[in-house]
């Protein structure tokens, strides 16, 4: 089990209805956390996640109904409970380019996560000395993306600019040189695993706006951690990239399970605090 860093231990999961999401919760009770929210897209999938749950035993599961890429439900996710653990997990992962396609993963790799975090610090429902846990990816490291849009990100979270790196959420004309780069990257990566006698794994257009909008999770997880209200709040934040992980999402030919990566996902809770009070960490 888990050495978990709380008293009072209660924690939510977005995207808990399966996969990562689902295992994160899953050993959230069975390190110890007395209550565990589950929140899924569709309240029977979360219904069901927590009829599974609460079948193996452990804390109190509750279910909740939370798609991130709606306001209004992003709004009414905080109910009476109060909770010291926040795991983002909910994400998609989707290649193209188009306006459907970018609105879509912005809002639910992105905006909808940042949202959720600004609410826990802002009000009453997540304890202070809190942990936030964001599910980023390897495709959101910043050498992922060409140079120009890599500085520009980079002088943002020197100034901690919160305001500027959302702006980057809307500014498709500013990231115009990234599809092109992306999907050169791909190609070449593609290239490079043959050749190392590895199998064919498709990248298509090298999920432009994925790697895009996990980079910015990772950016601005580290401006609101160094914030006034996570400092004041004692509220640690985190972003933990789990790997390639055997999920629906990641396919049957990802090396790691999801065991594994859910415990990349938790493992910030058991780690003392970094030099500086934030963290984007990697496994």
Known sequence: TMALKFARQAALVTGANRGIGLEVARQLLQGGVESVTVCA????????????????????????????SDGASLGSV??????????????????????????????????????????????????????????????????KLP?????????????????GILAVSSDREACSTLPSFAAEMARANVEENLRKGGPLIPQGGGYPVHK???CLLNAATRVIGASGAAVEKGVRLD???????????????APRGVKEGAASVLAPLACPWPDGGEAVRFS
């Open 41 to 68: 897209r569709q309240l029977e999938d979360a219904e069901e996640a927590k009829r599974s749950l609460e079948e193996e035993g452990g804390g109190r599961v509750h279910a909740v109904q939370l798609d991130v």
């Open 239 to 253: 972003c933990v990239c789990p790997g390639w992980v055997r999920t629906r999402m990641g396919t049957e030919a």
């Open 78 to 143: 905080w109910g009476a409970e109060k909770y010291d653990v926040l795991v983002n997990n909910a994400g998609c992962f989707e290649d193209g380019w188009d306006d459907e396609v970018w609105e879509r993963v912005m809002q639910t790799n992105f905006l909808g996560p940042v949202f959720i975090m600004k609410m826990a610090l802002a009000g009453r429902a997540f304890q202070p000395g809190g942990h936030i846990i964001n599910v980023s990816s390897g495709y959101g490291m910043l050498d």
């Open 212 to 214: 895009l909008s996990k």
């Open 147 to 163: 140079e120009d849009l890599r500085e520009r990100i980079e002088t943002l979270v020197r100034k901690k600019d919160l305001d």
